[in-house]
């Protein structure tokens, strides 16, 4: 029953692809397209009354049948799902109507859209190594192609950069299940559970496998692809691939983490994370592009998401994807309406001023990606918080300072200007949209975390005193020198160094283990 | 040469690591979009083929009749997979190449 949650949406997506082919009206194909995506859910609903549950296709043994099951950390990456994508559905529907149709029709993009969802709902249920990497391959071949299919500037230069470090990482993927597979004998997750001798060669398939899913996952230093695809795409794809592809991958993490031994590799895992952190604080502050600016903050809360794996927390890291998924969408939403009444991504020309509800969205998601109680952000992290102790802890704080710092900034520039761009009449359904998100991470957090943290108050003014210190100083119009041209040149280049920072942090990770192992 | 390097004993999974090797090597230095593609596409293969070399079982037959010596069917099936997301995703590559060429050099000339 529970693979009627794969399968409807493929079907409806296989539907909306043929209609291509007959002459019928748009109205229709919006319909099989919501109809794709609202179908599973009353199925979801029904069925996490009982948790966990799973079957084995087909009445097959788990040796020789494909296993899907939801359980209480599937159910976090599942509800995501089927929260942001309806809302996106919904939003798209009324945003490409207002866009001039582009080379690619409307009608396509929603054709990828319901196979994104249809392969991230299959990916977040499966209990099986292959299944994952097929499913997972799907997903990202779905998100890239719509990341091509934007008519931005550079959109296809980032596909194209996205699509090559995809395959990349695929392959060596692929490599680290073949050598799981012939050291265990199995390639469902259970299975793999009770044969399982850690020696060195899983070890090191599971490092191979570890540095394969960072790439997808836009982890630093394997983050290249991230900030310009998600910046490029259009706003609704943005909010996808921001909110819920990159947890994909993620999911991948923690069904290792639970049916393997990662233990061996969490120091180096803690060290990447903060580098991650960080560095996506550090470029965010300094964009003055808005969906940049956003984009940058995601490799920053990978980053996060990646320590609570390091700290073996497979339940803080749910939580944090599943809040992640809600005020990261809710915030590429909220920029859209800006960005389509100013034609521009430029902070320093969009404003939110006389947009009410705009207004109020948008700082409640700001407090919320800072970890402010008692929004959704402050649950996992304070879960995270928990297994943390010393410098590690005072990281974690810093980490709010800094976010809370960038999103101040935000606010501040979209406070500022006053704008020249008339707003557009049907922005109403967008504006709704955005505005339920903000609600639901009020909501959610008070139902998960009903606390509120006299701390938050001083790092919000902290944050905002560093502002005012780096507004006086003039240092947030330094701009961030680029390496690479914008043109094939600059791509091909790209490619190159990226391969290469790819194969080095395997190396070092490889040495790394082999070093302990021998100790 | 190249049994002197392996021993004298070069099966399909090594193979399929040197290929990998030698795409890895080309997606390090080359400087042009299609030869990317055809690197990808030699990683390709050569995962492809030490994925399948790992079912092989000297001398058995193919998994048809399961009375006899058989080798390992699932590895193959697998990359069935594999290969066909490959082919689908190197035509995607190539179209976006054309359509990047014909941005940057406006798509007039052939």
Redesign the interface.
């Known amino acids: 029953m529970i693979t009627l949650l794969v399968a409807l949406p493929f079907l409806f997506s296989f539907l909306l692809s043929i209609t291509t082919y007959f002459d019928i009206g748009r109205i229709y194909r919006k319909t099989i397209f919501l109809t794709g995506i609202f179908a599973p859910i009353p199925l979801f609903l029904l069925k996490i009354e009982n948790l966990p549950i799973g079957t084995v296709l087909g009445g097959w043994t788990r040796i020789s049948g494909i296993e899907v099951a939801i359980d209480q950390v599937g159910f976090f990456f599942l509800l995501a799902t089927f929260i942001v994508f309806p809302l996106v559905a919904i939003y798209s529907l009324s945003y490409f109507e207002g866009e001039e149709e582009g080379k690619v029709s409307n009608e396509s993009k929603f054709f990828l859209m319901l196979l994104l969802y249809g392969s991230l709902v299959a990916t977040f249920m499966t209990r099986d190594l292959f299944n994952f990497t097929v499913f997972l391959e799907i997903a990202s071949l779905a998100a890239i192609i719509l990341v091509g299919s934007s008519d931005t500037e550079g959109a296809k230069l980032a596909s194209f950069r996205y699509l090559m470090l995809y395959l990349l990482s695929s392959f060596f993927f692929i490599f680290s299940v073949g050598i799981i597979y012939v050291k265990t004998g199995y390639l469902n997750f259970h299975l793999i559970e009770q044969t399982l001798v850690m020696d060195t060669e899983l070890k090191v398939a599971i490092v191979i496998a570890f540095v394969a899913l960072i790439m997808k996952a836009g982890i630093f230093p394997l983050h290249f692809w991230l900030p310009d695809a998600h910046s490029k795409a259009d706003t609704p794809v943005s909010a996808l691939l921001s909110g819920l592809s990159v947890k994909a991958p993620v999911f991948g993490m923690l069904l290792f983490l639970r049916y393997t031994s990662i233990e061996f590799l969490t120091g180096p895992l803690m060290i990447i994370s903060f580098f991650s952190i960080f560095f996506g604080i550090f470029m965010a502050v300094f964009q003055t592009n808005a969906k940049k600016l956003l984009a940058y903050h995601t490799v920053s809360q990978m980053g996060i998401i990646l320590l609570a794996i390091s700290v073996l927390d497979i339940y803080a890291a749910a939580h944090y994807v599943f809040a992640h998924a809600l005020f990261k969408s809710g915030l590429f939403l909220a920029v859209g309406p800006l960005i389509s009444s100013e034609g521009s991504r430029n902070l320093n020309k969009l404003t939110y001023r006389g947009r009410g509800s705009l207004i109020g969205a948008i700082i409640i998601l700001s407090l919320a990606i800072g970890g402010i109680s008692p929004l959704i952000g402050a649950f996992g992290k304070h879960e995270i918080s928990m297994r943390l102790n010393g410098l590690s802890l005072y990281l974690l704080y810093a980490t709010s300072i800094g976010t809370l710092l960038s999103f101040s900034k935000l606010n501040f520039e979209l406070f500022k200007s006053s704008g020249n761009g008339s707003e557009r009449i049907d922005q109403r359904i967008e504006k709704m949209v955005v505005f339920f998100i903000a609600l639901l991470t009020i909501s959610f957090g008070i139902y998960y975390y009903p606390k509120f943290k006299p701390i938050d108050v001083l790092f919000i003014g902290i944050a905002l005193g560093i502002l005012t210190i780096l507004k006086l100083l003039h240092v947030l119009e330094w701009d961030v020198p680029r390496f690479y041209r914008r043109d094939v040149d600059g791509l091909t280049k790209q490619i190159n160094f990226y391969t290469m920072a790819f194969v080095l942090l395997n190396i070092l990770l490889i040495i790394f283990v082999l070093k302990i192992y021998q100790l | 040469m190249i049994e002197s390097i392996t021993g004298g004993y070069l099966n399909a999974p090594i193979t399929g690591v040197i290929l990998?090797l030698i795409g890895?090597y080309g997606?390090?230095?080359?400087?042009?979009?299609i030869h990317?593609?055809i690197c990808?596409n030699i990683?390709?293969p050569?995962?492809v083929l030490?994925?399948t070399g790992?079912g092989y079982v000297s001398g058995a037959e193919a998994p048809l009749f399961p009375n006899t010596e058989v080798v390992d069917p699932?590895?193959a099936t697998?990359m069935l997979?594999?290969l066909v997301?490959d082919v689908?995703?190197t035509s995607?590559?190539l179209a976006?190449?054309i359509?990047?060429?014909e941005?940057?050099f406006g798509g007039d000339e052939d």
């Open positions: 990998i890895l997606l390090m230095i080359k400087r042009d979009l990317q593609v990808i990683i390709s050569g995962v030490y994925f790992l699932i590895p697998l997979t594999t997301i689908a995703v995607f590559a976006l190449i359509k990047i060429e941005i940057q």
